[in-house]
């Protein structure tokens, strides 16, 4: 009779349980703590993760927005070059024709 009891008592201890009755209400409030404090634990890490994600998507859209600012400001430069070249092409054929004509002046003045 003595050794079942011991035996019971090393169980109860095992399992928070004394005498009283209010080990099984102790350990219960433990398992709700540690359960609340592994919750909060959880979601701080989701809400970590979530604010990365959210600086990663920030950053990307940053990189793609100063990538596309970059072509556009490339473009613009490319047009005015292309606008220079035709310009000076314009130029260059005004002035062949403008020689071109005092040439032929040239030789029709001779001719007379």
Sequence with gaps: MAEEREKLRETNDALGIS???GG????????T???EQEKREIIGRIKAMEE???VRREEADRVRKEEEERRERERKLQEERLKQLE??????R??????RAEEEEREREERE
């Excluded at 310009?87 to 260059?92: A, D, G, L, P």
Aim: glycine share 6%; hydrophobic share 30%; charged share 60%.
């Design 19 to 21: 005498a009283g009755g």
């Design 24 to 31: 099984l209400e102790e350990r219960a409030r433990q398992l």
């Design 33 to 35: 703590e540690r359960a």
């Design 52 to 54: 990365e994600e959210r």
């Design 87 to 92: 310009e000076e092409e314009e130029r260059e």
């Design 94 to 99: 005004i002035r062949a024709r403008q020689l």
